[in-house]
């Protein structure tokens, strides 16, 4: 909770959270109760009156990213790196986020590239990194380029390669009802984008 009542910082998006009043925890969980009697049902029946203190509890952790710096994640560096001048990929990265048109869920995952100059990162701060964008409501094509901006920004990299396969449920559940469908975006800068050989070799790994 007070990693969202206390957010420190979004960079790379145009949100001025100061702006934004926040609402109180109280004041929160009344519109929860709002939104169950909308949908039909009693806030006061047995079976959902602490329901609206649960879901605050969940909206601070899916939406912590909010109180997070990926910059902060990238910020420690290893330059002695004895001559390693390739890739350093992670595939499969679990993304668990929100649309911001619906706050509904949409799964998937992520594969992450970058190509260092004289320094790299810690792995798991890649994955940090992932998880701090996804814990925000965004567009699934915002939130690719924002992962690759802020690896950019932080290690200067020769490039970065970014892909999210990922299903929303705003229209699997509801909606078109397209159970099966899956969206791709890819976000390529630097030699990525240059070096068509370089590209597929990412596109590759990430098929395996
Ligand atoms: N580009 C993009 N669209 C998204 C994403 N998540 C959800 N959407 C789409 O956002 C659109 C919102 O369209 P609207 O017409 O304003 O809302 P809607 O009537 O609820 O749309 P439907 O979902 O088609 O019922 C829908 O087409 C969603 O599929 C995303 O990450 N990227
Ligand atoms: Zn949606």
């Given at each position: 909770m007070d990693a969202i009542r206390d957010r420190t910082l979004v960079s790379?998006?145009?949100?001025?959270?100061?702006?934004v009043k926040r609402p109180s925890r109280e004041e929160a969980m009344e519109a929860v109760r709002t939104l169950i009697a909308w949908a039909?049902?009693?806030?006061?029946?047995e079976g959902v009156i602490d329901t609206p203190k649960r879901v605050v509890d969940a909206y601070a952790e899916w939406f912590e990213g909010y109180g997070l710096d990926p910059a902060k994640e990238l910020s420690r560096t290893f330059?002695?790196?004895?001559?390693?001048?390739?890739i350093v990929m992670l595939r499969d990265i679990e993304v668990e986020s929100h649309c911001e048109h619906h706050m509904a869920p949409f799964l998937g995952k992520a594969f992450v590239a970058y190509m260092p100059t004289n320094r790299v990162v810690g792995i798991s701060k890649l994955a940090k990194v992932v998880e701090i964008f996804a814990r925000?409501?965004?567009?699934q094509e915002t939130m690719t380029q924002q992962i690759a901006d802020a690896i950019t920004d932080s290690l200067r990299p020769a490039g970065v390669a970014v892909m999210i396969d990922a299903t929303h449920q705003c229209m699997t559940t509801r909606g078109?009802?397209?159970?099966?469908v899956s969206t791709l975006t890819t976000q390529f800068t630097g030699v990525f984008k240059t070096d068509p050989t370089l590209r597929q070799r990412f596109l590759d790994f990430a098929k395996r």
């Open positions: 790379s998006t145009d949100l001025d959270l100061e702006a039909g049902d009693d806030p006061r029946r330059e002695d790196v004895q001559g390693y001048d390739d925000r409501l965004q567009t078109v009802h397209h159970r099966h």
